[in-house]
């Protein structure tokens, strides 16, 4: 690189993305760029949807602190929420077929959120699931019993409360635990990608929102029909889960990584089943409502 | 030097003198506009039932721009949450008295009610706002208030309809007025809220009011009155 050994001397550096490739950790600022545009466009590339890349995408705030967008706001003031709703409609509907259509090797958090997550997605997909669940088991629930002479129909509100405790603590207490478990072990095996909290809450949120057609399939009651969308339902956010955190438990112990996946796939099923139990009876029921 | 002397302004009072022991004396005073003071001060001596009709013709007034949602900027300029409380205390009491309404699976009950409305349009108007929306905190939840009317008017309907015709044919019935209140509402409210959003985000901000006023509408069309 310098040319010489005086001091005085200028010298010559190379450009900031040769010396990038030495330390891809490094943070370089060169005077003509932009700021946030090539470190962001160097970070989308290395994120190909099919290079295995063991760059831990993690949650270093340099990438923060060179995009001016993002400012580190207290928590308890307005702009920093402001910063998870930095959205646009299009975005929103691609996350959400993204989440639908899981594809082989597209790891959710890298490819739709690209550092970006927002809450958005997850507490509306929340909402919408609690009372998409509410209103289609209700609704099924009448067309079940709406035959019988001692059925009086009721628009049982009271679980509407009950399905927004389940489906939040699911979408928000499950991801405070897995990313507590997945800080926990990233201490213990120095290779592992960790996602932050938000990222694992917007995976799980969107993740969910295949759940909001099923239910409304539910209505019909023909339990062959429930139990296929059911499994299909199952069977696409479970893989889009378990896609999206394989990367990040992969160097792990055999035993943890088992541990941790098929908690992720049986909590994703208990819910699934949960729902359908509870608030959807099925024709079989002789038991009329008493009322 | 004459000539000079004229064109000097006040040439000839060079030589006045004042003597020093003319007193000046006389009156000051600011003519005090009393009937003007009255004025500012008159919301005070009003009788009190001036004072209410006027919130009363202010509400009024807000209930016909719902009702013929145009683009005005009436109902954003002055806000006020008189409205809404009325209207919320007239649906929660009109859902009332339904089916099993002691029991533990009936409809939703008066605070129920109360909290949906209120913390439905308290987080509408977060989000409007955290998405970017010019929008203050108040004015939204004013329209958001406002435009429940409908739904109100909607559920005084269905309530005589299930006083007077049953089964199938009074369903039918309760289900159009709910559908086309439930259209009235969301398209006044999106009239007068997707102004002040940026163009790349609105339906991101229709999609909460949407969903506000379909569970609100459930709420309406699911009432079943006790026998």
Redesign the interface.
């Known amino acids: 690189m310098a040319a010489t050994n005086d001091p005085f001397q200028f010298q010559e550096f190379e450009e900031a993305g040769n010396l990038l490739e030495v330390n891809r950790d490094a943070t370089t600022i060169s005077i003509e760029d932009d700021g946030p545009e090539p470190q962001k466009q160097r970070n989308a590339a290395g994120y190909s949807p099919d290079a295995d890349n063991d760059d831990p995408l993690g949650t270093d705030d340099t990438a923060e602190l060179l995009s001016g967008q993002k400012k580190n706001a207290p928590f308890w003031t307005f702009e920093y929420y402001q910063k998870f709703f930095d959205i646009e409609t299009h975005h929103v509907k691609e996350r959400i077929f993204g989440s639908m259509m899981p594809w082989p090797g597209k790891n959710f958090i890298h490819v739709y959120l690209r550092r970006n997550p927002d809450l958005y997605g997850p507490f509306w997909i929340c909402i919408t699931f609690v009372f998409a669940i509410a209103i289609s088991g209700n609704i099924s629930n009448f067309l079940v019993h709406s035959g019988k002479p001692n059925y009086r129909y009721t628009p049982e509100f009271r679980k509407v409360t009950i399905a927004a405790t389940a489906i939040f603590s699911y979408a928000w207490l499950l991801p405070l635990a897995l990313w507590g478990l997945l800080l926990w072990r990233s201490n213990k095996v120095m290779s592992l990608v960790s996602y932050s909290f938000m990222e694992i809450v917007c995976a799980y949120g969107y993740s969910l929102s295949i759940y909001v057609p099923a239910v409304v399939l539910w209505i019909l009651p023909y339990e062959w029909l429930r139990w296929c969308s059911i499994v299909v339902a199952l069977c696409l956010s479970g893989s889009v889960l378990v896609m999206t955190f394989w990367p990040a438990v992969r160097d792990d112990h055999p035993k943890i990584i088992i541990a941790i996946m098929s908690g992720i796939v049986l909590l994703n099923v208990l819910l699934a089943l949960g729902c359908k139990t509870y608030f959807f009876s099925t024709p079989e029921d002789s038991h009329p409502d008493g009322k | 030097m004459a000539a000079a002397e004229d064109s000097r302004p006040f040439a000839g009072l060079s030589d006045v003198s004042i003597s020093e022991d003319i007193p000046v004396e006389g009156d000051i005073s600011v003519p005090v506009g009393s009937s003007r003071r009255d004025d500012e001060l008159s919301t005070l001596d009003e009788p009190v039932k001036e004072t209410i009709l006027r919130d009363l013709r202010a509400v009024g007034k807000k209930f016909v721009h719902v009702l013929y949602p145009k683009r005005s900027s009436a109902l954003l300029r002055d806000w006020d949450l008189w409205g809404p409380l009325l209207l919320c205390v007239t649906l929660a009491l009109l859902l009332q008295g ?3 309404d002691s ?7 008066f605070a ?1 009610v109360f909290v949906i409305i209120w913390f439905g349009s308290i987080i509408i108007t977060l ?1 409007s ?4 929306g010019t929008i203050s905190f108040f004015q939204s939840l004013c329209v958001l208030g406002y435009c429940i009317m409908p739904l109100t008017v909607a559920m005084a309907v269905c309530r005589l309809v299930l006083l007077g015709v049953t089964g199938s044919v009074g369903f039918a019935v309760r289900l159009a007025v709910v559908t086309v209140s439930f259209g009235w509402s969301t398209f006044a409210s999106t009239a007068f809220l997707t102004d002040s959003q940026p163009p ?5 901000v229709v ?2 009011v949407f ?1 506000f006023y ?2 609100i509408s ?2 309406v069309l ?3 009155p006790s026998q």
């Open positions: 339904g089916a099993a029991d533990n699976q009936g409809g939703p009950q129920e989000n706002k955290l998405l970017g790349n985000r609105k339906a991101l999609y909460p969903l379909f569970v459930w709420m699911t009432f079943s």
